[in-house]
């Protein structure tokens, strides 16, 4: 299952400095706007300690976690929407992720220029997501346009399609999200097919910078606003400081700690960013383990045993008879599989079940 996430905001938040810091690859992260033109992209280990106690419990050769794919967005100005700093371009890129992590500058530093002046979290949030709602207006209005001769002449799905679209199109004209609008499971699935900016998950990344002034820190009349928003909106953010995860993005275990807190960072917060996108996606994980492999698969959550199975192979759904099933701390709590199969841990599951996060499956077919 491949599924992205992109990296917005606008210049010099640090966009590119995270995307490095989370993959491991270099690209560029200059002081100035615009420096990213092409979207980068990376594939992205997702942590899971589960696998490797697995991995460890079955002596495999090899280990496979799960991955989530993030792309660099160039960064976005006002006037987006209508061409303006190559928004044409970055909007087309945003559009074909499935979800985004907003990049939003909370630390102070004169060394470093913001495109506004000076650092405000909720105005800058403002000007992104409203160039989104911007686009996404222009969208839902030239489909409704094109819609008109078949509502006219009763066409059922045509009439049912504008239908929805004029209640995303209210929604939108008063700046707000499309994901905000009140819509049913029938209704979403017809707006499936429309791609809407502002339909795909956000999970807002702010970014602070060891030794310099931090919203987070100083709690002000910004951060307090800030938190209002999120608070009421439901939104989801992480806390992370992408210069230092940047500059230790090729140290690991107890030596990146020990560096990290020299830098005067407390938290991971590249980890969490990564955990978080991963379930914003609505994605779960399972694993199969054995001494040759042991290995994270990605489901989307409610997935049955036979689709599950897909993610492996297309006929351990055509050809799925059942799934010995038991949960990844059981079988390590048994001391081996056969412990767990005597104890009556294994489970002998049908096409019926619903796979839960952990599960350790073996498909027969």
């Known amino acids: 299952m491949s599924l992205s996430i992109g990296i917005v905001g606008l210049p010099n938040v640090g966009k590119s400095t995270l995307f490095n810091a989370l993959t491991k690859k270099s690209a560029p992260a200059e002081n100035y706007p615009f420096c990213t033109i092409d979207p980068s992209v990376g594939v992205v280990k997702v942590p899971d300690d589960r696998l490797w106690q697995l991995a460890m419990f079955s002596r ?6 799960a991955v989530v794919e993030f792309v660099d967005i160039a960064g976005l100005v006002k006037g987006a929407s209508v061409g303006e700093g190559l928004g044409n371009q970055f909007l087309a890129n945003i559009r074909e992720v499935d979800a985004i992590a907003e990049v939003v500058r909370i630390f102070e530093d004169g060394n470093i220029h913001h495109v506004d002046g000076g650092i405000d979290p909720i105005r800058d949030i403002g000007v992104i997501n409203l160039e989104l709602v911007l686009a996404d207006f222009q969208t839902v209005t030239k489909r409704r346009a094109n819609l008109v001769k078949d ?18 199109e209210t929604v939108l004209d008063g700046g707000k999200l499309a994901s905000s609008a009140v819509l049913t499971t029938d209704e979403k699935e017809v707006l499936k097919s429309m791609h809407l900016l502002t339909t795909k998950p956000i999970l807002y990344v702010l970014n602070k910078k060891a030794g310099n002034t931090n919203l987070d820190e100083i709690k002000d009349d910004r951060w ?8 009421l909106t439901n939104s989801s953010y992480v806390v992370v400081d992408a210069g230092i995860e940047n500059e230790l993005k090729d140290l690991e275990g107890q030596e990146k700690e020990d560096f990290r807190k020299e830098l005067g960072a407390d938290d991971d ?14 994605l779960m994980t399972y694993f199969t383990t054995g001494e040759k492999e042991t290995r994270a698969w990605t489901v989307e959550k409610g997935a049955t045993a036979p689709v599950a199975g897909m993610a492996i192979h297309t006929d351990f759904r055509d050809k799925f008879i059942r ?9 390590i709590e048994a001391g081996s599989r056969a412990n767990a199969r005597d104890k009556g841990l ?15 499956i073996e498909f027969k077919i």
């Open 60 to 65: 495999s050769e090899s280990v496979i976690p």
């Open 151 to 168: 509502t006219k002449r009763g066409d059922k799905d045509a009439i049912k399609e504008d239908s929805v679209l004029l209640k995303v």
């Open 224 to 231: 307090n606003e800030l938190m209002k928003f999120f608070d």
């Open 269 to 282: 917060g590249v980890n969490n960013l990564i955990k978080k996108g991963y379930e914003m996606l609505g």
């Open 323 to 331: 799934a010995d099933v038991i949960e990844w701390e059981k079988l």
């Open 346 to 360: 294994i489970r002998t599951e049908g096409k019926e079940y619903v796979v839960k996060d952990g599960d350790t």
